[in-house]
């Protein structure tokens, strides 16, 4: 099994729509992260959290929220999915202490 | 202006050439320093990790910080098509304060190597 395992894979959805993308990992680690990829951007990042009580806005949180229901798991939601919000969506985790990431495959969103 | 620069090319170079990829940055806070390599429909993955200004060198790939710059360094000597990826740049403050732990990546250069 992969250490950062996010679901779906590829999402297609519609504007308005409420979406959620998961993300689990087995590293143990507390940290964990929800970055955007968009071409010629870059990552950049959505939110974070340091452990289960602790969550973060990053650069471009607007039209996001998450929810981190145990050290495992850190969900991504679209409360109301908008075109420009259709771009490559990474989870991530570190260990405290580290500043390398383990990062997922990634979740392909495109909103129509 | 962004808090780190990378030229996104795309560079594409012929196999065993040397490979040079570059990042600067504004942000005279940044201590730690990292490339990342992603291959197509994956995720970023860690390839190399320097704290402050330096050398650091893992088999073909040497990677270079100079603070006084603020301009980092990574370099692929005899490059082979399997190096064919986007590569990072990312890099985040000394221990502590609000951005303890958090990168701030560039916007990542597109490499391919042809046999």
């Known amino acids: 099994d992969a250490d950062v395992t996010q679901t779906p894979r590829n999402r297609i959805t519609k504007t308005g729509k409420r979406i959620m993308l998961e993300c689990s990992q087995t590293?143990?680690?507390?940290?964990m992260y929800w970055y955007r990829q968009d071409p010629g951007l870059g990552l950049r990042l959505i939110y974070y959290s340091f452990d289960v009580k602790d969550i973060n806005k990053g650069e471009i949180s607007d039209g996001y929220s998450v929810s981190r229901q145990a050290q495992a798991k850190f969900s991504l939601s679209l409360e109301s999915a908008i075109p420009n919000q259709t771009a490559l969506y990474f989870c991530?985790?570190?260990?405290?202490?580290?500043?390398?990431?383990?990062f997922g495959s990634g979740t392909r969103l495109t909103v129509v | 202006q962004k808090e780190v620069e990378q030229d996104p090319g795309p560079l594409s170079v012929p196999e065993g050439a040397i490979v040079s990829l570059n990042c600067t940055y504004s942000n005279s806070a940044f201590q730690y320093f990292m490339w990342y390599r992603q291959y197509s429909r994956k995720g970023p993955e860690l390839l190399m990790y320097t704290y402050s200004s330096g050398n650091k060198e893992d088999g073909r790939f040497t990677a270079q910080v100079d603070k006084s710059s603020k301009y980092i360094s990574l370099f692929i000597r005899d490059s082979q098509p399997s190096d064919s990826a986007t590569y990072l740049c990312a890099m985040t403050p000394n221990a502590g304060g609000t951005s303890y732990g958090k990168l701030t990546f560039g916007q990542g250069t597109i490499l391919t190597v042809h046999p």
């Open positions: 590293k143990g680690h507390d940290r």
């Open positions: 991530a985790t570190s260990g405290q202490g580290t500043y390398g990431y383990t």
